[in-house]
């Protein structure tokens, strides 16, 4: 698989418009306080992903911490996530080794796998997400929340299913949204509508997860979302 437009135009990390260049998203951060980064979460936080010609193999995380490691002297990173992970799997097994490394920032990314599953009990996910961004923010870390892309927007997923999985994607976006407002979080928000989002070629085989081309998309967002909340606080 290669990176294309809906046009069919070949793109490479450096001709991608949605790629913010790793030069760019350092300075974005230019004066970022974090030297401690953890991730916790599923396969999403994990970085599960294709390779993609013409793109550093990374994940959105991996990019982050580049982009902070450029900034910040000493800076320090570790990623707990594992795929196949719900909600309280992530609290019960990930939270209190992330927790101890003592982090000044942390990412919380867990519900996806719930919401997959045939019930969706929207309001545990909520009750998790809500313990462990707390648990961050009450040792004194900056935390930060992703919304999920609708895989259903690039014609993705069970036909069928399309229609209640779009639903369950924006519930829980808008939930794990809320939850980040309340405990003073940022979070960062992919919107369906964006024209990238809806390209099937930022996902991997498993028309499921993002491919390299989709990290780095996501990374961009994340680091643009990262640099609104430091220019807010």
């Known amino acids: 698989m290669t990176g294309t437009t809906s046009a069919g135009t070949t793109l490479t990390e450096e001709t991608d418009p949605a790629v913010l260049p790793a030069a760019e998203a350092a ?27 013409g793109y550093r ?8 911490e580049e982009a902070l490691r450029a900034v910040s002297g000493g800076f320090a990173a ?17 939270l209190a080794p992330a927790l101890e490394f003592g982090p000044d920032l942390a990412f919380v990314v867990a ?12 309001d545990e996910v909520r009750r998790e997400l809500a313990a462990m961004v707390a648990a961050f923010r009450s040792a004194g ?5 992703i919304g999920l892309l609708d895989i259903t927007a690039a014609g993705l997923g069970p036909a069928r299913f399309r229609e209640v999985l779009s639903a369950r994607t924006r519930r829980l976006n808008a939930l ?7 405990h ?28 390299a081309r989709g990290h780095a998309f996501a990374a961009a967002n994340t680091v643009r ?4 909340h430091l220019a807010s606080a």
């Open 78 to 94: 570790l990623n707990l996530a594992r795929r196949d992970l719900v909600a309280a799997q992530v609290a019960a097994g990930q």
């Open 184 to 211: 003073g979080a940022c979070h960062v928000d992919n919107p369906p509508g964006h024209p990238v989002a809806a390209d099937p070629g930022i996902y991997s085989a498993d028309q499921l997860h993002l491919n």
């Open 141 to 145: 870390a900056d935390v930060v929340t």
């Open 111 to 122: 519900g996806g796998n719930d919401m997959l599953r045939p019930h969706f009990d929207e």
């Open 176 to 182: 794990t949204a809320e939850v980040a407002a309340e």
């Open 27 to 53: 300075a974005l951060l230019v004066g970022a306080p974090w030297t401690r980064m953890v991730t916790i979460g599923d396969s999403v936080a994990e970085g599960v992903r294709d390779p993609v010609p």
């Open 225 to 228: 979302a990262l640099a609104a």
């Open 57 to 64: 193999d990374l994940s959105w995380t991996d990019r982050v």
